[in-house]
């Protein structure tokens, strides 16, 4: 499964995957009716041919069962880890059978580094105020104090 966060980008990668591998993979976007998707849905659980399937964060981020998948790449990272986390989340479903290895693409120096960084920050907040309830302020450096009450 790969997720990108643009139908326009969905679009260069079903041309370059067409290109590359001679078949044109399945893109579960917004623009695809019910029956379509569930067309796709379906071809992805069931059949082993149709190994690559591109979709839209905003369209594939929720309400899907995607227990065929063994690999889900993020392509282009969203803001809000949530998102990310969700359409990640396709894949991790009851009667997964596959381990199931999660890739972000981020390129060096570039916007996408940044986001990831501002993503990640957001996780580890996200964890302490979640994962271990109201002693999570206590274990904050100076540092991410300020950067929270600057």
């Known amino acids: 499964m790969i997720f990108t966060q643009f ?17 044109k993979p399945m893109f579960y976007h917004g623009g695809c009716s019910v029956s379509q998707r569930q067309e796709m849905v379906q071809r992805f659980q069931n059949n082993k041919a149709d190994k690559v399937f591109l979709l839209s964060l905003k369209a594939g981020g929720t309400g899907l069962n995607l227990t065929a998948a063994a690999h889900v790449i993020h392509y282009d990272l969203w803001w809000n880890p949530a998102v990310e986390s969700q359409a990640t989340d396709r894949a991790y479903r009851i009667g997964q059978k596959n381990n199931v290895m999660v890739h972000r693409m981020i390129c060096k120096h570039t916007f996408e580094e940044r986001i990831d960084e501002m993503i990640q920050r957001k996780k580890h907040l996200s964890e302490m105020t979640v994962a271990t309830g109201e002693n999570w302020i206590g274990k904050l450096s100076n540092k991410e104090l300020r950067e929270i009450f600057g």
């Open 7 to 23: 139908t326009e980008m969905g679009n260069l990668l079903e041309h370059f995957i067409s290109e590359k591998f001679g078949e």
